[in-house]
């Protein structure tokens, strides 16, 4: 945005240049401003926009301080990220340079004076147009600071991961990996050489067609040892290779090219990334220090609809198979993984608080009436059970082990009449 402010400097300053009598004439109320005037007004132009800029700077500030205070520092990224807070950066400074380059164009030496009206007029018009983005920044930042507002867009962005995994809608048998025997008999009978990795770090992304291609190149079977988001310490197993013969620095270097390491993780390929921050924030709320339970209510609920969404895409198998040759046993998320991930320390940090305990039941029988998977609810009945293991231990009062109880008795009904969905038809038998 600085660098376009420059070239519409210049273009504007180039086209004064060639016709600066012709504005002036026109339009003299608008063009006709003096050499001194026009100093004055693009140096106070400057002077406030660069006041402005270090404002909005200190606003962000704040709000990441409060939203790392009061939420959790893993969702700072996403403020940084926001296109609303750079563009207005973006804007502030942008001026600030237009107005520098102009200011540096106007002369008056020996009675000649020339002065860029076109581009002195407009770099007023570009101080009238960030009073508006100044007040749109306040408001957005005001907005974006509220836990409705962290949390759905957290959320936001991991069904779109989801939806981007796994494209394809569930059928009858989903997410069960049909030859898991095959798996499990070449992991017992294959020589594995693991595949060091180059650096130390988190695995933001793996390019998982060129990890076949590399085993279909060498005619073996290769198997992930780290998955997404897993953290992998320089020198440790990356994959393994079945075979006999030791690896040579070709393989090495070509698999390592298919990972992403760095210091942090992403929720691009990584959606138990962003059921992570839901759940901190979630965690937070329910610290003895803050005690909010609503928040925690709200991370629940949007919980639920990712864990919703989730039970109605197919998850591919972790084996994949060429030409009746198992080539790739691959490292991913699954809905039992997530399930967990989504619930456990939660349910925990919440012992004792039953409108925790009723907002987890509720979810669960919720995302049962999403699927009709043996597997899946099989994983629900789990937490059920979990939940009911604490409630015994951690609710005292009888009215309100009542209350959960009776809930507890509608969601295993709810699990145990499985629904019959069929989101492919297009129209009723």
């Not at 936001?156 to 009858?172: D, H, K, N, Y």
């Not at 279909?216 to 040892?225: G, W």
């Not at 901190?280 to 909010?292: E, F, I, Q, T």
């Not at 009945?381 to 209350?403: C, K, M, T, Y």
């Amino acid at each position: 945005m600085v660098l376009v402010s420059i070239l519409l400097a210049i273009g504007l300053i180039e086209a004064d240049s060639a016709g600066s009598d012709r504005w002036l004439v026109q339009w003299p109320r608008l063009f006709g401003v003096g050499a001194e005037g026009s100093r004055q007004m693009l140096a106070t132009l400057a002077g406030s926009m660069m006041t402005v800029l270090g404002v909005t700077f200190s606003m962000t500030l704040v709000a990441l301080t409060l939203a790392s205070s009061q939420y959790t520092s893993r969702i700072l990224r996403n403020f940084m990220r926001s296109r609303v807070t750079q563009g207005t950066l973006g804007t502030f400074a942008g001026i600030f340079t237009y107005c520098l380059i102009v200011l540096r164009t106007i002369r008056s030496s020996g009675g000649i004076d020339f002065v860029p009206g076109l581009a002195v007029f407009f770099g007023f018009v570009l101080a009238l147009c960030s009073v508006g983005v100044l007040i749109f920044f306040i408001h957005h930042i005001a907005s974006s600071i509220q836990a409705s507002s962290i949390i759905a867009s957290v959320a936001r962005e991991t069904m779109a991961v989801i939806e981007q995994l796994f494209p394809e809608p569930s059928g009858p048998a989903t997410a069960d990996d049909g030859d898991a025997s095959q798996g499990r008999r070449v992991r017992n009978e294959a020589t594995w050489r693991p595949i060091p990795a180059a650096e130390t770090g988190y695995i933001q992304s793996v390019d998982r067609e060129a990890l076949l291609r590399l085993a279909l190149a060498r005619q073996t079977t290769l198997r992930m040892e780290r998955g997404v988001g897993d953290f992998v310490v320089r020198k440790t197993a990356l994959a393994s290779l079945a075979q006999q013969d030791p690896l040579d620095q070709e393989t090495i270097t070509a698999l390592n090219a298919s990972y992403s390491i760095s210091s942090h993780r992403t929720v691009a390929q990584d959606p138990a990334f962003g059921i992570r921050q839901i759940v901190d924030m979630a965690l937070k709320a329910l610290s003895p220090g803050v005690n909010d339970t609503s928040t925690a209510v709200m991370c629940i609920d949007y919980l639920t609809a990712i864990l919703a969404l989730l039970v109605t895409r197919d998850i591919p198998s972790s084996l994949r198979d060429q030409d009746g040759e198992l080539r790739m046993i691959f490292l991913g998320p699954d809905f039992e993984s997530l399930l967990d991930d989504s619930f456990d320390q939660i349910r925990s940090s919440g012992a004792g608080n039953v409108a925790i305990m009723a907002r987890i039941l509720g979810a669960l029988e919720t995302i049962s009436g999403q699927t009709s998977s043996a597997r899946y609810r099989r994983a629900l009945r789990e937490q059920v059970q979990q939940i009911a293991e604490l409630v015994a231990r951690s609710v005292a009062a009888p009215h309100d082990r009542a209350r959960i109880d009776e809930r507890i008795s509608r969601v295993c009904k709810a699990l145990a009449a499985a629904p019959h969905l069929n989101r492919n038809k297009t129209k009723p038998d």
